[in-house]
């Protein structure tokens, strides 16, 4: 079983910020998401990864497989950046593949 | 394309009663999985599909059961409920399966039983 410990739980920031949320895991893995939870709504996919850093707009998405270690950006964070992130891991799970979810990050951004 | 269509969004129920949660998708996706949100915790795969007529358990399938019939949908169906399955449900779904493409996600279902 992979355990997945995402850090911090809740995070509060100024707007303007770079904003930072950690994801670790046990077990090796293919890859990992990074999902965004808006409060009552959905959830959407924001990156999937294996390797390196992924950049879409103000986010970035890095991964170190060795230290088995992800980490969420955000640059000039805005109030609707406001969100719970899911990190979530992908690995071999005896015959299939099983996707682990951690519990998430509540990121408040204040204006 | 409306992506993943999740009804209803909100429900009660009474111990002992059954409902169907509904998911639909129009992306032609093969893949459809139903999860389970508790508070505090991270997402529970309840049943997956890999295609229309094919089926599969989860990490926590008691007390649920699903159908596959077409590809657009997948429909979770509570037959007892129970306080247990107090909840927030989300069905999602991709075309390749988890190891290389994202996830669509519908917007829940927020379930009491009370």
């Known amino acids: 079983k992979n355990e997945v410990e995402q850090s911090p739980q809740n995070l509060t920031a100024q707007e303007g910020e770079f904003i930072t949320i950690n994801c670790s895991y046990s077990?090796?893995?293919?890859?990992l998401h990074w999902l965004q939870q808006h409060p009552g709504g959905g959830i959407v996919s924001l990156f999937m990864?294996?390797?390196g850093k992924k950049k879409h707009g103000r986010l970035i998405a890095t991964i170190n497989i060795q230290e088995k270690h992800s980490s969420l950006h955000i640059t000039a964070s805005h109030p609707r950046d406001s969100a719970v992130y899911i990190c979530?891991?992908?690995?071999?799970?005896?015959?299939?593949?099983?996707?682990?979810f951690g519990k998430g990050t509540l990121l408040t951004v204040n204006p | 394309n409306a992506g993943v269509t999740q009804t209803p969004k909100f429900r009660i129920l009474k111990i002992g009663q059954s409902m169907t949660l509904q998911c639909t998708q129009d992306?032609?996706?093969?893949?459809m999985y139903w999860y389970r949100q508790d508070p505090g915790m991270g997402l529970k795969l309840i049943y997956y599909?890999?295609?229309?007529?094919?089926?599969d358990k989860g990490e926590v399938p008691n007390g649920y059961n699903v159908s596959r019939s077409t590809t657009e949908d997948f429909p979770l169906r509570l037959e007892l409920a129970a306080p247990s399955q107090t909840s927030v449900y989300f069905c999602?779904?991709?075309?390749?399966?988890?190891?290389?493409?994202?996830?669509?996600f519908g917007s829940g279902t927020q379930l009491s039983v009370l």
């Open positions: 999602a779904s991709n075309g390749q399966g988890v190891t290389n493409e994202k996830l669509f």
């Open positions: 990864l294996s390797s």
């Open positions: 992306m032609n996706h093969n893949y």
């Open positions: 979530a891991v992908l690995y071999r799970g005896g015959s299939n593949y099983k996707l682990t």
């Open positions: 599909s890999v295609g229309a007529g094919i089926t």
């Open positions: 077990v090796g893995i293919s890859a």
